[in-house]
C-alpha cells in the first residue's frame, strides 16, 4: 500500500491514468467545481530521488475530469 498524502477528493470527481510509469490523478479542484486539479505520481521514481513524490501539475484545469483512459500502446517505462 502507498499513502497518497496531499491528494484531495472534494466534490466526489475522480479518475486516474496510468502513463510511462507513472499515474495521473484528476480531482475536482478546490476552487471551482467545474474545474480540475491533476496531480502526478513519480511511481516508479524516474527522477531517481528516492520518493515516489506526489506533485499536483495544477489546481484549476478547465475542465472537470470524470473519466481517464490511456491506449493500450502507450508506455509502461519512462521515456
Avoid at 480531482?27 to 499536483?56: A, I, K, P, R, W
Amino acid at each position: 500500500m502507498l499513502p497518497l498524502n496531499g491528494l484531495e477528493i472534494n466534490n466526489g470527481a475522480f479518475a486516474f491514468a496510468f502513463f510511462a510509469g507513472d499515474f495521473y490523478f484528476f480531482t475536482d479542484s478546490d476552487n471551482d467545481l467545474f474545474n480540475s486539479e491533476v496531480t502526478h505520481l513519480d511511481y516508479d521514481d524516474s527522477d531517481m530521488n528516492g520518493v515516489q513524490d506526489l506533485t499536483v501539475l495544477t489546481q484549476d484545469a478547465p475542465l472537470l475530469v470524470v473519466g481517464a483512459g490511456v491506449s493500450t500502446c502507450a508506455p509502461v517505462l519512462p521515456m
